[in-house]
């Protein structure tokens, strides 16, 4: 969600030092980890800040995941210089290089993927956090995703088994794990869109 498939790019940051992909069994403690991080971010940025959601696979209860929270920030525009100012200066790591997040279909450069991305502060709890501004494709892409997988019982233990079988197969392998898992990420968004649609059924 992105916390997803959008941002599939940056595991070459995510994975420091070459780390393993572990999918560890839902924690509960994923949604406090994220409201504490949430809090800090919202004294950081105030008003610029319209809303700050949990998404990506911690933001599903019962879903297994990597040990990362992903956080979205909307904001009205990402051109705003303050808002990499105000991270930059609270201490969260700004990595300019990643401007875009990716969805089959999409053209890369399209402004509907425009984002900004930074990691956590410094010794701090893992955090990938993005920028993204209101209404934009990529903003809603990972909320919608989130409460489809958060409503989809079936959908949602699917998810974890494609991803635990991808980290069995690939644990050093991010470039194969990401190539497989985030256009099946994009399949499940347009099953996300159609059932916001009532095309198919809401169970």
Not at 37 to 42: E, G, H, S, V
Not at 147 to 152: A, I, K, N, P, V
């Amino acid at each position: 969600m992105l916390g997803c498939a959008l941002h599939r790019d940056e595991h070459k940051y995510r994975d420091t030092e070459m780390a393993r992909i572990t999918i560890k069994a839902a924690d509960p403690q994923w949604p406090q980890a994220f409201e504490r991080i949430a809090q800090q971010l919202q004294n950081t940025l105030t008003t610029l800040a319209l809303r700050i959601d949990h998404i990506g696979s911690t933001s599903v209860p019962g879903l297994p995941a990597k040990d990362v929270i992903d956080i979205q920030i909307t904001v009205n525009s990402i051109g705003h210089p303050e808002i990499a100012k105000k991270l930059t200066q609270a201490g969260y790591l700004h990595l300019p290089e990643i401007q875009s997040d990716n969805l089959v279909g999409e053209n890369a450069d399209s402004p509907e993927l425009k984002k900004l991305y930074f990691r956590e502060k410094p010794g701090e709890r893992e955090a990938h956090i993005h920028i993204r501004e209101a209404g934009r494709l990529n903003q809603k892409y990972p909320l919608l995703f989130r409460d489809f997988l958060r409503q989809d019982v079936m959908v949602r233990d699917a998810y974890a088994k494609v991803k635990q079988e991808l980290a069995a197969r690939f644990p050093d392998d991010a470039d194969s794990y990401y190539a497989i898992k985030d256009p099946y990420m994009d399949t499940i968004y347009r099953a996300a869109c159609l059932w916001q649609a009532g095309k198919i059924s809401r169970r």
